[in-house]
């Protein structure tokens, strides 16, 4: 890989009415709001030239994708590595609990019902964006989510992740070189080794 162009998908009726959804066999397709900032995300990328698209097992990423490469003959790779955190009991409720209940608590600790401690989310991301690393595409499009996207900004910018971290926009290209997506990498995986919070 050479590049790699980061997207959060597209507004989805989940994220519509501010709902949790981090199970693959749980509906969650775009908004029609989310259908036009694909599509605004194809005419974003027509001129780019795209050797692989990765999208993450979340109907919402595969959709996404699907609108902004329309019948473009474009590779796909789905990697579960890339998927939103599993909620636990907050699956389907008010984002806005789980997200209060992740500042009440370290990353270390699991959400109520079998969630993901945030520790072993920040390891599963930096895994699948590693897998990236390696590929011999030199252009790779990566429909993910929010969470995954701003961890590799954040170390990017050199911040390690945090316990607030800021929400991505919808369905925009955040442009990432080999030795930047590197570079993060390597900070989330130093703390992963030795968590700060």
């Not at 609108?67 to 008010?94: F, H, K, S, W």
């Amino acid at each position: 890989m050479e590049r790699a162009l980061l997207v959060r998908h597209a507004e989805s009726v989940f994220s519509e009415r501010g709902l949790a959804n981090g199970r693959v066999d749980v509906r969650c397709p775009l908004s029609s709001r989310g259908v036009a900032q694909a599509r605004a995300l194809a005419q974003e990328l027509a001129d780019e030239e795209l050797d692989l698209c990765v999208t993450s097992e979340l109907e919402r990423t595969r959709e996404t994708a699907d609108i902004a490469l329309a019948d473009r003959a474009v590779p796909r790779l789905t990697l579960p590595e890339l998927n939103d955190p599993l909620y636990g009991r907050y699956e389907g409720g008010p984002l806005a609990d789980y997200v209060a209940w992740a500042h009440a608590n370290d990353s270390a600790a699991e959400p109520p019902g079998g969630g993901e401690r945030r520790q072993q989310l920040v390891a599963r991301y930096a895994a699948g964006f590693r897998r990236l690393l390696e590929r011999p595409e030199r252009t790779i499009l990566v429909v993910t989510h929010s969470l995954p996207v701003a961890y590799v900004l954040m170390a990017r910018a050199g911040r390690d992740p945090a316990p607030r971290v800021p929400l991505v926009g919808y369905a925009t290209v955040h442009e990432l070189t080999a030795r930047e997506l590197t570079g993060a990498l390597e900070r989330l995986e130093a703390w992963c080794s030795a968590p700060t919070w």
